[in-house]
């Protein structure tokens, strides 16, 4: 049973769209603002969001980012009562598969979420390389392994360590939100797992020393950037 997640802060048709996607088959949770419908993604595997565009706490929009900066591929269809132009093509810029605007057929919607995850199918896609380039350096993440110069100098790696680095990796040269990378990885942005995360940015900074044209960089205020 394919899993969704459904992020609508309109109690009845969120509900309503619970409802009738559980009865055609779709395991379906519902959040009715952005940060519950983060706190559902960080949690559970998907195979597919609804987002509503206008939400409380946090838009979609900036929910979509987040999931986008996660590194799991999942297909997202935007919901929303607005019909401009812009809205539309902003959605698609921060990485929505499809768009509908309120009112929509319900019909309609369960097509396009078929079609779609028809599009995600394992089968019919490459698998996502495990093999991440940085500088000099080799990661492998499905082994937890740093290496550099071939298999000379090869670093095993924790699985925080494996995490951490893999985040970093995928948002490569680009800001990485302190808060955004906790609640990923630890589950919440509290001060004590601000301090743990610090202590494996240090480990992660020792492991890449060696390639002075990769560094990770304190951004004040807003978290870090690996440069490479």
């Known amino acids: 049973m394919p899993k969704l997640l459904l992020v609508e802060d309109d109690p009845n048709l969120g509900q309503l769209l619970q409802e009738y996607l559980s009865a055609k088959g779709y395991d379906t949770d519902l959040a009715t603002d952005g940060n519950k419908g983060w706190q559902e993604f960080i949690a559970n595997t998907y195979d597919l969001c609804i987002f509503d565009v206008m939400l409380p706490k946090k838009d979609g929009f900036s929910l979509a980012k987040e999931v986008r900066m996660s590194g799991r591929d999942i297909p997202i269809i935007f919901l929303t009562a607005k019909s401009m132009k812009e809205d539309t093509i ?3 810029r921060v990485g929505a598969d499809d768009y509908m605007t309120k009112p929509f057929s319900m019909e309609e919607l369960l097509l396009r979420i078929q079609a779609i995850l028809r599009r995600y199918r394992k ?11 940085i500088g000099t350096y080799s990661f492998d993440y ?8 071939g298999n000379e100098q090869t670093q095993k790696l924790t699985s925080k ?7 970093f990796a995928q948002n490569k040269n680009q800001p990485l939100s302190r808060s955004f990378a906790l609640k990923l990885i630890w589950g919440d942005d509290s001060y004590f797992n601000a301090r743990s995360m610090d202590v494996y940015i240090t480990k992660l900074r020792k492991y890449l020393k060696e390639d002075e044209s990769v560094q990770i960089v304190n951004l004040h205020g807003e978290g870090f950037k690996l440069m490479a």
């Open 90 to 92: 902003h959605g698609f």
């Open 123 to 133: 089968e019919d896609t490459p698998a996502q390389s495990s093999i991440y380039q």
């Open 142 to 149: 499905d082994h937890q392994l740093l290496s550099r110069n």
């Open 161 to 167: 360590e494996s995490e951490l680095l893999k985040l």
